[in-house]
Structures are given as structure tokens and as C-alpha cells.
């Protein structure tokens, strides 16, 4: 069936106290998706983050991010006060023209502050919902909030700084730890506790308006996180629990270094000898959580990029097999109705598209991918004459410029072809943002997902995240005015014309 939706991360969604959340303006989002004519709403992430503020390097790939925690419902709750919460000032910095920038030094410091008071009043101890939660979720909240509870007392310092005892989880220290932060431990489980009920609401309600919820999580986890730090036999460390390998990608015509992502390989040995139980806990989380599930980096699976730790660059890496179908078996074992999207971009080889292949699941196509002359053979099977119909169709990703950002920094030979690809008739940068957007829903592709920023033709002020660099990436917020012009009707009219 053709359909289409948005890619828009929470955290841009407009809103009162400095960063999008579960509050009524996503509510209204789920609303004007609906008016729009979509079926899909794409986020990033939901994880909570840490040091760069990435999605993509949370402390747990189980866990909700805190900051999305709505702090109005948490006053209607009775546990804060609307005076307090203006008080704490969460306000970010405006941008004209494109929206605001969230401050996530503020929120680190003064939104914690408030869900620390709210934690205080909360009877959720009494509540049996809570109970049963905590007994559900045991499996990695336990091991979480020990771990936040630990960072903290460390002043937020990585895991790889504590001392041994407790970094290695030696007993002695587990039970001292369970008992002095006994306190600091159950605030973060009242953290997920309101964290899941306030998503399940929203995810619930956009169900009900005939909105799927696409959700996207990482191939690989933090370095600093409960995950490595509970499951080291998961990963490729040393018998000090020190790591050995490194994820990142070869150097290539976009970085002649290539790209040091830093994080844990996984040692695949031993996850096929316990059946894969991590991945079949984690992909049953992602069904609680998502609809449908965008797989990043979906080549680590065939293969992977390892570096040895302590290098500087990617240049030295060298290829390691991954899984393969033994995983995606296991995994369609356990859930037959697990729908996946397999973001297989980058340098894909003859064996990552036999695994996708085999999977079934749709691929990626990007179309500012098509006409990057620096990819002499790579590019073309990003031309919408070469796709099928199994694939989802992006103007780009949450990692690419916004299309009017990178109309206006390609090549003046590749924006000639796009000219004349597209049939762009003027010089007017917000006509081929208008007709590359058409040709995506035009395409014979069952899914089309197109960015927000791309429906609003902002430039790159409004890209969500630049590889490889840090201090801006992860931090634009919508303005709420462009929600309210019109744009939900001329989305719906193109859904229409494009049977999606």
C-alpha cells in the first residue's frame, strides 16, 4: 500500500519549557498529520543522552529520555507547580525565520531539578502500575538507574573512570551501591515509570488517528552506557573489561580519515550462543515502544567496520563479519510481525543487498544521494527510474542538509542536473525543493518520508545533525507559526494526487 509521512524528532516540537516533549503540542502534531493525510510519523531516538546530546549515543537502549517527560501533565499531576516550572526559565534561543535552538545546558541543569521535586511528591510507591512496571522492565531498569545513580555520585563522569570494583560489577560493590543509593536508584525508575505512560498516551492517540509511529534505533550502543556496563561479554573487551575494537566507517570520497564512531563491537560469537537473547529483549522493547522500527547502519550486520581503541582515525580498520540472516531469523522467530525498515546507505557491496534481499525488509533511497558527483556508480541507484516498490523514499535524512542547504552547496554542475532532472524552470531555490518533494511522492516507492524542514524549504539553520562535528547538531526547534498556514492542506493535496 502507498503511503507517506514526516520525519520530525520530538525534541523539535514547539512547546513551553525549552525542548519538545510529550506535551500538547504533540498532540497537535499527531493532529495536523492527520489533516495532512499522512500515516507516518518518523522520530529519531528516544533514549536519554549524554555528553553531544546524540540520540544515537544514549546511556541505554532500553530506557526513555527524561527530558521528554511533559512537565504540564506532571502539574496536572499535582506534583509541580506552573510557577515553578517557570521559575526554573527553560527557555531556548530563538532563531528568525527558521525557529529556535534548545539550550541542553539548561535543561541538564534546571529541568532535572524539577523532576527531582516532582519525584519527591510522588505517591507513585502506593500505585500498583508502578509496581508492575518495575517487575516488568527489571531486566534492564534495575541495571540502569544503578547506573545513573552511580554516574552521578561520579559527577557525571564516564564509567570508564570509576573504580574497579564497581566498574566491574564485583559484588560487594553492587550491594553497597543498591544500598547507599537506594534513593537516587528509585528516582530513576519513577523517571522511566512517567516517562512510558506519558509515550503510550501519545503513541496511543496517534493509532487512534490512523498515525504509525516509525521509530529508529542505533546498531551499536554507547561506550558509556548501563548496556556495556551490565553485558561486557556482549562486546569486544579485554580481560580488564577494557574495549578492543571500535565501530566506525573507511575512509571514502566524503572523509579521507573515514569516520571513528567509538563504540563497543559486538563480540557475535557469543550472542549466537545464548540465541541472540539480547536482540530478541531489545527488538520486544522497540515493539512495546514503535510500530515500525528504522534499523541504522543496517551493513553492520553483514559486515562491519572494526578499528583497533586508541586510534585517532578510521584509516587502519579492517572488515569483520557481522550476523547475517542468523539474527534476522532468530529475531522473525519470536516476532513474525516485526516490521522493519533497513537503512542500508553508504557504501553498500553485493552482499548487504543479498542480505536485505533476504530479509525482505525495504531499503533506503535518498534522493540527494542521486547527484553527488563524487560517487561515480554508487549514485545512480538513488534515481527514482531504478527503484522498486519495496523501499521507503527520503529527500534526505535527520544526517543530511536540509534540501535548500544543499541546493546551495553542491556543485554548479550537479544543480544543472538537478535542474534538469526535476524540470526546474526558474532560479528560485524553494521551486526545486517543491518539485524534488513531488518526484518523491511520484515515485513507485510504498513509503515516502520527508523531512519537515524540507515541507517548509528552511536552509541548513534547520538541519538536525552534521556527522562528525559537535555544538549544534540535535537542537532545532520548530517554529509552532508554520504549523498553522495551510501546509497541512498542501501536503494532503500532494498525498492525494500520488495515491499515497
Known amino acids: 500500500m502507498r503511503s507517506s509521512g514526516i520525519l520530525f524528532p520530538i525534541f523539535s516540537l514547539p512547546g513551553k519549557y525549552g525542548i519538545g516533549c510529550f506535551s500538547k503540542e504533540a498532540y497537535a502534531f499527531v493532529d495536523f498529520l492527520k489533516e495532512a493525510g499522512q500515516s507516518f510519523w518518523q522520530i529519531l531516538p528516544l533514549g536519554p543522552t549524554g555528553y553531544g546530546d546524540s540520540p544515537y549515543q544514549a546511556f541505554s537502549t532500553f530506557a526513555g529520555n527524561p527530558y521528554f517527560i511533559d512537565l504540564e501533565a506532571l502539574t496536572q499531576q499535582g506534583l509541580l507547580t506552573q510557577e515553578e516550572c517557570e521559575a526554573a526559565d527553560l527557555t531556548d534561543v530563538s532563531v528568525p525565520g527558521i525557529g529556535s535552538r534548545i539550550d541542553y545546558g539548561r535543561q541538564y541543569l534546571r529541568r532535572t531539578d524539577l523532576l527531582r521535586r516532582a519525584f519527591s511528591r510522588s505517591s507513585h510507591r502506593e500505585d500498583p502500575s508502578f509496581k508492575t512496571f518495575c517487575e516488568e522492565n527489571a531486566y534492564w531498569l534495575d541495571d540502569y538507574a544503578m547506573f545513573m545513580a552511580i554516574k552521578n555520585a561520579h559527577g557525571g563522569a564516564s564509567m570508564h573512570t570509576w573504580e574497579d570494583d564497581i566498574r566491574l560489577r564485583r559484588s560487594e560493590a553492587m550491594e553497597r551501591w543498591a544500598r547507599e543509593a537506594a534513593q537516587e536508584i528509585e528516582f530513576y525508575r519513577f523517571l ?190 538513488y534515481l527514482p527510474y531504478n527503484y522498486g516498490r519495496n523501499c521507503v523514499v527520503y529527500t534526505g535524512t535527520h544526517d543530511n542538509e536540509t534540501l535548500a542547504g544543499w541546493l546551495q552547496s553542491i556543485l554548479p554542475q550537479e544543480k544543472a542536473e538537478v535542474k534538469a532532472y526535476f524540470d526546474v524552470t526558474s532560479d528560485d531555490p524553494a521551486e526545486y525543493v517543491r518539485k524534488m518533494i513531488k518526484a518523491a511522492h511520484a515515485c513507485v516507492a510504498d513509503l515516502c518520508v520527508i523531512p519537515l524542514p524540507d515541507y517548509l524549504a528552511l536552509d541548513n539553520r534547520a538541519r538536525i545533525n552534521h556527522p562528525s562535528t559537535f555544538g549544534n547538531n540535535w537542537t532545532w526547534r520548530v517554529d509552532p507559526e508554520v504549523l498553522e498556514r495551510g501546509l497541512a492542506g498542501e501536503i494532503r493535496e500532494m498525498t492525494r494526487l500520488y495515491g499515497r
Open 192 to 381: 522511566q515509570y512517567e516517562f512510558l505512560q506519558q509515550w503510550k498516551k501519545l503513541k496511543a492517540y496517534a493509532n487512534e488517528k490512523g498515525i504509525r509511529i516509525i521509530g529508529d534505533i542505533p546498531i551499536y550502543v554507547s561506550d558509556d552506557s548501563a548496556d556495556f556496563w551490565a553485558h561486557p561479554g556482549l562486546f569486544q573487551v579485554d580481560e580488564r573489561g577494557k574495549i578492543r575494537k571500535i565501530a566506525g566507517v573507511p575512509p571514502d570520497g566524503f572523509s579521507a580519515d573515514g569516520q571513528l564512531w567509538g563504540n563497543p563491537l559486538y563480540e557475535w560469537p557469543h550472542h549466537e550462543q545464548d540465541g541472540y537473547d539480547w536482540w530478541v529483549r531489545r527488538m520486544g522493547k522497540c515493539r512495546e515502544l514503535y510500530d515500525v522500527i528504522r534499523l541504522d547502519h543496517f551493513r553492520g550486520f553483514d559486515e562491519c567496520f572494526t578499528i583497533d581503541a586508541g586510534e585517532t582515525t578510521a584509516a587502519n580498520g579492517t572488515w569483520q563479519k557481522g550476523p547475517g540472516m542468523k539474527l534476522f531469523s532468530t529475531l522473525h522467530r519470536h516476532y513474525p510481525d516485526l516490521e522493519i525498515i533497513a537503512e542500508d546507505l553508504g557504501y553498500v557491496t553485493d552482499t548487504v543487498r543479498q542480505l536485505v534481499a533476504d530479509t525482505g525488509y525495504p531499503n533506503m533511497k535518498v534522493l540527494e544521494f542521486a547527484f553527488d558527483s563524487r560517487d561515480s556508480t554508487g549514485r545512480y541507484e
